[in-house]
């Protein structure tokens, strides 16, 4: 929580001073949180490098600069935006995981701060490849809110893991009160399953999931099948749903029954979802059928309300190919680094793009950094500056 002593939720000024400052006192010419809020702005406007944001921030007027917490030059007396060098240092300097964790709070308390108490909140978590590190390869794990769209926390795989043995630390730091985690087959394991729906005393968190069963647990998936034709065989959906947003159709069936008799951590309900996909004609084009488990009670969500939760997990894929909007792009798109930012040798998460560059730091590159391919061709600070356009 971000909040407060009275109970609000602060600005982002206020949100991000509370991201430590690695540096010295001594020799500080800009403050961090001046220096964060600038990098957010140049985000917001468009700007998806180092090279993008510092176009951006020479170009922004006085009166921005001061609303983002900049302090006149005593000698020029104007406030002086950070050069491209200086937002590059410090973002590297800067803890990545105490930015995830202070960013996401606050989203979070953004989010809720409109909705009504008692209301069960759903939460995506899912991993995500991130592209263009060059020779690297790093994975993120992610923790999405279904309403807002908006991921409230993330941390990395390491790389002689997967993602499924990441849960705890994703959402050790997630407020999982009235709360239902979705996840894809991945993480439809008993391990799992424990630590969100089991008690307090046993290291659980107390509250409750909806994951998918596909082939990778086929005993589960046997058991789920077994237990919906056992409560009726061709019988009609506890729910059903038309969709004709984006130029097709997609009718969403929902069957849901008791879980009596499967082996499977505070499993409550298992449910069937089928999608049939039509063209414009109403010819059937695809049909996907998929099982779930939940220990959701029927007194928690209804067929209809499960309908939804299973569809907001799907929502957790745009975030993967989309730039997400506001300052978490930032948190995203640069801070993590960028599949843009291949004009340096590390990424912030300093996954080295070749032997030297793993030796030489931050500060140096090659010219296998400093090209578009990464193969000695054109350089980029050689391309034409894109420069800001403010009204």
């Known amino acids: 929580m971000i909040k407060d002593g009275a109970g609000k939720v602060p600005g982002l000024l206020a949100v991000l001073a509370l991201v430590p400052d690695p540096r010295r006192p001594r020799g500080r010419r800009y403050r961090l949180v001046f220096v964060l809020a600038v990098a957010a702005a140049c985000t917001l406007a468009g700007a998806r490098t180092f090279r ?16 983002l917490g900049g302090r006149p030059h005593p000698l020029r007396r104007k406030v002086i935006a950070p050069s491209e060098t200086r937002i590059r ?23 809720d701060a409109g909705r009504l108490d008692g209301l069960l909140t759903a939460i995506a978590v899912d991993g995500k490849w991130l592209r263009g590190v060059l020779d690297g390869q790093v994975k993120l794990f992610s923790a999405m809110l279904h309403e807002a769209k908006a991921v409230i926390a993330q941390v ?22 009235n709360a239902v985690v979705t996840a894809d087959a991945a993480h439809s394991g008993t391990e799992t399953a424990r630590y969100i729906a089991g008690k307090a005393e046993d290291g ?8 998918y069963v596909k082939g990778n647990t086929p005993t589960l998936q046997r058991s789920c099948f077994d237990a919906i034709q056992a409560s009726g065989q061709g019988r009609a959906p506890d729910h059903t749903e038309l969709d004709r947003s984006h130029g097709r159709t997609v009718r969403r069936s929902i069957w849901v029954t008791d879980a009596a008799g499967i082996d499977f951590p505070h499993v409550k309900r298992v449910a069937r979802i089928r999608r049939d996909h039509y063209d414009s004609d109403g010819c059937l084009l695809s049909k996907e059928i998929i099982h779930a488990v939940t220990s959701l009670t029927d007194k928690k969500a209804s067929a209809e309300a499960l309908a939804g939760i299973a569809r ?21 798109d640069v801070v993590l680094g960028h599949p843009a930012e291949r004009f340096r040798n590390t990424s912030a ?3 080295a793009c070749c032997p030297r ?10 010219n296998k950094c400093n090209t578009l391919r990464g193969d000695g ?10 420069t800001a356009t403010m009204s």
């Open 52 to 67: 993008e944001i510092g176009d951006h921030a020479a170009d922004l007027p006085q009166d921005v600069l001061r609303d």
């Open 89 to 111: 240092t410090l973002l590297h300097l800067i803890d990545a995981d105490v930015l995830d964790q202070v960013l996401g709070g606050w989203l979070r308390d953004l989010a």
């Open 156 to 177: 990395r795989v390491p790389d002689d893991t997967t993602e499924s043995t990441q849960v705890k630390a994703l959402l050790g730091t997630v407020g999982l009160e």
């Open 204 to 211: 659980g968190r107390e509250a409750d999931y909806f994951l």
């Open 312 to 332: 907001g997990q799907w929502g957790i894929e745009s975030v993967h190919w989309v730039s997400s909007p506001g300052v978490s792009r930032l948190l995203r």
């Open 349 to 351: 998460r300093g996954v």
């Open 357 to 366: 560059c793993s030796q030489a730091g931050p500060a140096l590159a090659c």
């Open 377 to 386: 061709g054109k350089l980029i600070k050689d391309l034409p500056v894109r």
